[in-house]
């Protein structure tokens, strides 16, 4: 209505008003039946309950089902959906000014406004949590567009239920509804970005297997796409975190945490990227690489090593923090240092020490088989156990129990379980040094076995004079003392010598 005057626009305006508010209450006026029916029939359900279970289980049964996860996430999404409304209207007027207009930091304000109560939290937790699941099942759906892959179609135990555990310890840990805007966008955007990273780890958890499997199960490079996009993204995503973080949020302790954790999820994305390349070169490969687990190994060292370097610089930034620059250091923050220096610098240290030490002790342990041979493993005729593959000379070997494997093949065996995959003997003795058996029982084992070789002398004698002397079964003992070697035991009076195993 351009160039309408402003009497006439004015008019309209109110016309249009009246007609909405009498179609509202029109449309009230013909579902007002409906509702007192609807509260008729709710009170005679309550009824019903106060009369079996009594007015206090029926309390708290009314109090659980208005906590419900879905009741709480429909209340914050209605809080948050007015006060986004509110904002864009400017209908409210604010003590503090946010300069930036981007609708990601908006959205962040509405979010961090509504945050005023422990039940408001709970609500947001519970949003957190819904959220973060529909991604994993997303994820999960996405990924069983692939084929037969592991773990394609399993359900999800406890999804999302990490990152609202996660969000709701660290918003009582931060006190952020006791908080004054605007420090409670600070505090809420830290929680976010921590909720944020988890859930991506908990997506590269669930690619990375199905990503890896991918070769060996469908030779269709078009089906590994879906894999491939997300591992990409999973390694893009938590850069962009890290630049985000790094140019609008101030640098501290959690910042480091934040960052550090972002960038082992990415150094993780990279790692399976490059096991997921190794993986096709050999499956394009007419006879595998006989080498394949050390390149494997290798790739997995370079990411632990990684991932050792930037724990250890987030543990340095921590002290440095505190340190150097006199900052107030709190109880929390020694708790976050003390558990991230157990779980994510001695936890991955002792592993890949516990795991290089394997190898070697493998290594070292299939030095000792023997070698199969030509011949032996034409009269064997048969494929190794492992990869059902062809074996040649060079490369198999027999173990103690005669069952012929790869040398590599059993190498990876050795590195889960000492026993064959065949049976249930040792695949390699285990030698017992002679320096550590002690003297005294050296000397015991040798009178132990003079004794059975006079045993055994005792026997063969008997069964000679036996033969000899059917009709004198009775030796006197000026025979005996001929046979220095023969043991004897006294009969009756003592004069009558017998043999030892005569009678047994």
């Known amino acids: 209505m351009v160039g309408a005057p402003l009497a006439t626009v004015s008019w309209l305006t109110s016309v249009m008003s009246g007609f909405l508010v009498l179609s509202v209450i029109v449309y009230v006026l013909t579902r007002v039946w409906t509702v007192v029916s609807y509260m008729q029939e709710t009170m005679l359900v309550y009824q019903v ?7 206090l289980n029926m309390l708290v049964l009314c109090i659980r089902r208005m906590l419900e996860p879905s009741v709480l996430a429909c209340y914050w999404v209605t809080l948050f959906a007015a006060q986004c409304w509110s904002n864009c209207l400017e ?8 300069q930036d207009t981007d609708w990601f930091v908006q959205g962040l304000v509405a979010m961090a406004e509504i945050c005023e109560s422990p039940l408001l939290l709970i609500s947001f937790c519970v949003v957190v949590m819904m959220v973060s699941c529909a991604a994993l099942i997303l994820t999960q759906s996405l990924l069983s567009t692939c084929g037969a892959v592991a773990g394609a179609g399993q ?10 555990v996660v969000a709701f310890v660290l918003g009582l840990q931060t006190g952020l509804t006791d908080m004054q805007m605007p420090g409670r966008v ?19 958890e669930i690619t990375h297997p199905v990503l890896l499997s991918l070769p060996a199960t469908n030779r269709r490079l078009v089906r590994h ?3 491939l996009l997300l591992t990409i993204s999973l390694l893009l995503l938590p850069l962009g975190m890290v630049y985000a973080l790094l140019t609008k949020v101030s640098s501290d302790l959690w910042t480091l945490v934040i960052i550090s954790s972002c960038l082992v999820t990415a150094v993780q994305a990279m790692g399976s990227l490059a096991t997921y390349i190794l993986f096709v070169w050999d499956s394009l490969l007419t006879v595998p690489s006989p080498y394949m687990d050390d390149y494997v190994y290798y790739v997995k060292a370079v990411t632990r090593g990684v991932e050792l370097l930037l724990a250890l610089a987030v543990v340095c930034g921590g002290f440095y923090e505190s340190v150097a620059l006199d900052r107030e250091w709190s109880m929390l923050n020694t708790l976050v240092l003390v558990s991230h220096c157990y779980f994510n610098i001695y936890s991955r240290i002792s592993q890949g020490w516990a795991l290089y030490l394997a190898r070697r002790e493998t290594s070292k342990r299939l030095s000792s088989l023997h070698t199969a041979t030509t011949t032996e493993l034409a009269t064997h005729g048969d494929v190794c156990s492992i990869c059902y593959q062809d074996m040649e000379s060079p490369t198999a070997v027999v173990t103690l129990c005669s069952h012929f494997f790869h040398k590599n093949c059993l190498k990876r065996w050795l590195v889960v379980q000492d026993n064959c995959p065949l049976c249930t003997k040792a695949i390699v003795a285990e030698e017992v040094k002679v320096e550590d058996v002690p003297v005294d029982t050296v000397e015991r084992d040798d009178e132990s ?23 004198s079964p009775v030796l006197n003992v000026e025979e005996l003392n001929e046979e220095p070697q023969l043991r004897q035991r006294h009969v009756g009076d003592g004069e009558s010598v017998s043999h030892l195993f005569d009678g047994d």
């Open 91 to 98: 209908l409210v007027d604010k003590k503090y000014i946010i």
């Open 49 to 55: 309950v106060r009369q079996e279970l009594g007015p």
């Open 186 to 204: 600070g505090a809420l955007s830290i929680i976010l970005f921590v909720v944020v990273a988890s859930l991506l780890q908990s997506c590269l």
């Open 225 to 227: 796409l879906v894999p």
């Open 449 to 471: 076995d003079l004794a059975e070789e006079s045993v055994d002398d005792v026997v063969e004698d008997a069964v000679v004079a036996d033969n000899n002397k059917v009709d």
């Open 155 to 164: 359900p999800l135990l406890q999804s999302g239920v990490t990152e609202g």
